[in-house]
């Protein structure tokens, strides 16, 4: 009897242990695959002999950015400062292909040295020289056509995409949950079958001893025994409780909240690509709790020059100029003067126009498709800028604010930046490659406790700290390497709550 | 040192009332349930409320709804500014300079702008007049500004309708009624020399012009007598900290009269002493007949009955100039005592003393400016070189209109800014009538008023904190008001009405800068160009510009025709409130909410009646009426009253008292229907001159009581003594009487509670004596404590800590209303506070001592004392309340559940729980709170809510709040340190009461810096810390309250 009651305690506990164990499951970090890098088929003849060079349009993609992106059009269909590169091959085809590759190392050169195509080119675009990348290697240039190639036709914006789906998609292919409820089921037989056992032994040995049973139970009556009712019920009101608490605790935390705005406005592009400092936009984060978003006049700051993206064309700067009032139409390109007193129809003249006029730049003459993309421009511009509280054009433009701290929490941005000198990536990740932002940082109070627990303060070289007697001299006597934000006070309640 | 035995708070407590007792033993006081019951509002709000059902109701769908509404986060949009202003960056405050102007009320203040609104009034500490004091009408004037009963467009009413107008079609009807015709304006005390200067422009379009000025809390007697003797209608600059001597008939110049900020100053810098040194110290003696507010602060009150008061001026005129006639003897012996010690006392102090009344009575004003002349003291403690002009009505002038609009002489009237001549004045009613007499009356003002709504053209001024303007308070001394925030409604300014109607239409501030430079800027040689003295002007707020002085003529005054006594039984005097003012200040919810420094009544005025006391148990009340908030019907003349009554200590026998500037009719949501109006009893003198007393009053007998009645006197009192019956009757605190029965002689518990010392000048080492020796016992007792010693957490950093003053502090309120207007703190109404539920984060205790008849006032400001052996932060279940390495006692409302343990723990009581859901934060509207009967919270209406402070929480239902030294203030300087890299110096960080004191008598600092002017001042031999037996360990000082009595008058007391 002791041994059968063990046998039951025992089975008991392994049942414990697999509902722990599928909790644990539902925890499981999702695993992201990485995309395989892309290889163009469609790569130039490797010059210089040797083994075979495979273009990694990728890398391309990298070297493009970083050489190329501020003068060329990334979807490679519109000119921007220099021409589209699309088809460049194709146009250089009459020529060695080494002809092309000392083009795009030193333009000048070949200018100089009279080659038809160069100079051909050189008067094309205003007789604007081209600056010179003696630091990029052939392979290099195989990369870059590659990518060039691989977004003209279309091929490498398919295949990244794909990528990226899969990507995406990554969080759930590779889950091992299938085999612990594998494992689970197989345990629950096993209990059943245990117990069944054990009831058919219990069965024996009283019938041995002579006593009266009415048989050995069966297996429904196992599972419909007080004993395992009550241990499933005892299991369900822990994993609920469990799952309600975890749950709970995180309601409204917006981690990964990625909206849509109002203007597809991309960080990789500003951040990553042009590398322009999160402080020239942001430049209440120096000074102010709030890092700001930037006012649209900061916006016109570059955009007065820059009228056309690279991605999206006329469709999403155009947002800016109808948000502030300039136009940016040949011979205007200044602010309207009494804006705000225009009708839409009167704002939708000078906008289209601009559209209109942008799109034969591009593509020689305005056709149906080019209509249906003025159509199309001028709706986003319209439902982009207005809502049920904001019917008019004119005015600031309502973006979705990601970072959402509740009322009861005072954060400051210059404390963390100013002072703490806290790197804008460390809360908010690495939005210089972010197409559209999302938040980064669950942005609970145990994430920021912790930094603060963490985190020293920059102690030394800042005399306000100075009233820190004590551990000045712990510092200097060496019995202490550094003060956390949590020893001057940085974990009190009304450090963030007042 | 003459410690009183007797310490009072009032007449209850005097006479050990059990029922007071008891309440004040607990922190949260409940009315009896058969009380409750028996209040049929009560029971009809309640079944139209909650029942149980609709509570399991609401329950079953609050947990859904919670659920539902948890589940998506809704999208929060974040607009940025299209072109952003350079100076605005969003989440830092930015600070213009402006000044507080209303009728004759001036204070220079820096007004804190959050993204372009207003949110907060600042003292402005360059201004040379108030040195960066303000008065509680100033800190609350930025929620005028949000107010939604505010005017919002032009409009023209006629034959009981109201239709909204264009500007020009009215301007056109005005203009042509202008033109030609007869022309008055009238208007309170104006002191914008812009718009005197279009008055000038405007006259010179009409046929005849004449701009009629009054104030309904007037001063004509002084103008009239200083005309007289100076040949100016001016009231002479005072120099309160160069007097020694002080004596005044009436005139509530800390309280309201004429310039209050500024005299508090004054005054305040010969009141705080340094050491043990009370030789520097000023004396004020105050004849009166009812406590007024500047009474309270006296040293010597000396009782007169208001009919008297001529009648004593020219006894001590007697006295001290000789000649005159003072015959007749004054009802209180003693006061002509005092009168003659007086006297003798003015002579040894010539040149050094002053005189003043508020008296409008001009043969009695010219009584003290001889007075004055004869101790020389012109050229010293007042001149008339730099005269105010913040007082130029004269009362005879509207009677003369009123002749005119009967006589139907008058084209047009034009009504500008709070005159309210329907309301404020004794003939209101006729001025009604004879309105319809007029062919066009024309409002110009800010809100709705009784005169407005009978004004056939109402026009909208823009709040201060919206306009341009300019001031001309006193001499040379110009200020300026600078807008702050676009204007929110359909408004325009009053000059530029009047520059459209002379035919020179130009916008404010182009005629104020024009203005400025052709009369003020070649009067002055500080700045070369016109453009240096403009921008400095803007930056410090105000400009000094020489001044031509007027030769006084000099004449010797004296004239027979003082106020002869009534020889009446029972006489009533009129004064003005410290809050509502006279009337214009109606509608603003904290004002109302301020309690009266005198009867810490809210919401209502009361009648002030006097009691007598034997010294024992017994009390013979003014007609029996042993309870405040009982009520009697006044009457006076025709009119007759309701009012409830305060049994007022310091009241004379045979006086009533009671206030002017309530019975608004119409106004806002907050003022309608508060008080009673007295304006209509006033009566005139034979020059016109308005009378603010009655001489046959009648009082009935109770004839009810007022349920609602909210005095906060005896809410969160702390330490009552009573008599303990098993010890010989010995004065015991009762609040231990509880511990002491446990067990007899444990420590301190016995001790009176040291909630507040006091002095006097003469006696003031050997206070300091006692009072070291009193801090060394309770330093021994604290030291069997079983707290560790935590010195060294808090010995490092900073712990931040204060200091206040007690004989600084006069007690005006202009700190709590610049605490509710910093820390988001609600107002919860007339009966919500009847409850004992009022909110504010700081009081202002008030104590008697000394002679029950005249007794001295003892103002303690009473705010979280920030113990570092804090008792509510043990008591706490959830550690929702605990300490800070800054030595602050943090409250963190999130974690709040509302045990409210913390607050019954608090030895101080300055814990308070939200009772109701103030700021419309939570789902169901039954626990809104409601005060003026509308259907959502004050706090509720987006307009108004643009006055909170956005960097302190709005606290919802259910926690507990309280004082958090401004904590926000605190964060905000330690991060400009940092940032700025340099350390935190003192004086860096003021918290909200400290920039609004007027006398500078709350310090805040950090107590771990020992050049620090908190920590001097904790170490300070007159430094006491207020229940310092208990060992709480607070962090705020006080300074003894020092008198400076002179053994000389009234020595009844010795």
Redesign the interface.
Known sequence: MIFNSFIIRFSQVILAFLVAFSLMAQDATPQVIEGDPIVSESAPVPIGGGGPVIADADAGKTLFRNNCGTCHNKNMVAAMTGPALGGVQERWSDYPIEDLYSWIKNSTALIESGHPRAVQVYNDNNRALMQAFPNLSDKDVTDILAYVDGVYTGTYGAVAAAGAGVASAGGETPSNKSYFYIVIGFLAVLAIVLTKVLSNLRFLADREAGIATKGPRSVWSILTSKGAISLLLFALVILGGFVTVNN?IG??R?QDYQ?EQPIAFSHETHAGLHKIDCQYCH??AR????S???????CMNCHKAVKVGSKHGTAEITKIFA??GFNPNTGQDKYIENYDSLSEDEIKAIYTTWIANNYVTENGKLDRRGERIIDEQWEGIKSSLTSPTKPRIQ???????IH?LP??A?F?H??HV??GQVECQTCHGPVEEMEVVQQYSPLSMGWCINCHRETEVKFA????Y??????HEELKDGSRTGVTVEE??GL????C?? | MKQKENVWISPEDLGRDQDLIKASQQEFYNLPVLNQLADEQVMEEDSAGTGRRDFLKYLGFSLGAATLA??E?P??????????PDSI????ATYYASSFVRGGDFCPVIVKTREGRPIKIEGNTMSPLTEGGTSARAQASVLDLYDVGRLRGPQRSGDGAVENEGWEALDKEISASISGGTLRILTHTNMSPSEHHAMELLAAKAGDSKVVTYDPISATGILQANQETFGVAAIPAYRFDLADIVVNFGADFLGTWVSPVEYANQFAKRRKIKGIDGSQMSRLVQFESNMSYTGSNADHRVLIKPSEQGLAIAKLHHAIVGGGSASGTLSNPKAEDAIRTLAAELKAAAGRSLVLSGSNNKAEQLLINAINQNLGNYGNTLSMENPSRQRQGADAAVLELLEEMRGGSVKTLLICGDANPVYDLPEGAAFLEAMSQVSLTVALTEMPSETQAACKITLPTPHFLESWGDVNPKGGHYAIVQPTIEPLFNTRPLLESLLIWAGQPATAYDFIQQHWRTALFPNQSRYATFQAFWDSTLHDGYADVSQAVAAPTLSAGGSSSVTTPANSELEISFYEPMGVGNGAYANNPWLQEMPDPVTRTVWDNVLHIPLKWDGRSDFEYFQNLNKDGDLVDVTLGESQKQLPVVRQFGQMQGTLATALGYGRTHSGKAGTGVGANFYASLSRDAGGNLVYFHTSPSVSKRVGHDDQFASVQHHHTLGITGKDETEDGKVINVDEKALMTLGTGSQGILTKRSIFRHSNADHLAESAEHLKHEREHHQHLNEQTLYPDRSDFY????HWGMSVDLSACIGCGSCQVACTAENNVPIVGKKEVSRHHEMTWMRIDRYYYGDAETPNVVYQPMMCQHCDNAPCENVCPVAAT?H???G?N??????CVGTRYCANNCPYKVRRFNWLDYNAADLFPANENDPFDETTPYYADNLTRMVLNP????RSRGVIEKC?MC??RI?EG??R???E????ADGDIKTACQTACPTGAIVFG?N??PNSEVSKLQRDVKNYIALEETNVRSSIGYLMKVTNKSADINPTEA
């Open positions: 709970a309601l409204n917006q909206p430049d209440g000074r102010s709790k709030h700001v978003i930037p006012a649209t006049n900061t948000a502030s005015g600031p433009i309502e973006w979705v604010r959402n009322d009861h005072y400051n210059a404390q100013t002072v070289d800042n005399p306000y100075t009233s820190y007697a004590k551990y001057i006070g009190e309640c009304q450090k709550h007042y | 948890a589940c986060t999208v929060r949009k974040a607009l940025p500014y299209v072109v952003k960056v969003p989440g830092v010995g490092m950093g900073h605990n800070s390495s800054e602050l943090q409250m963190a409302y999130n974690r960097d302190v929480t709005v958090s904590v926000q964060q330690k991060l340190a940092k940032a890299r340099r350390e935190l950090d771990n810096d």
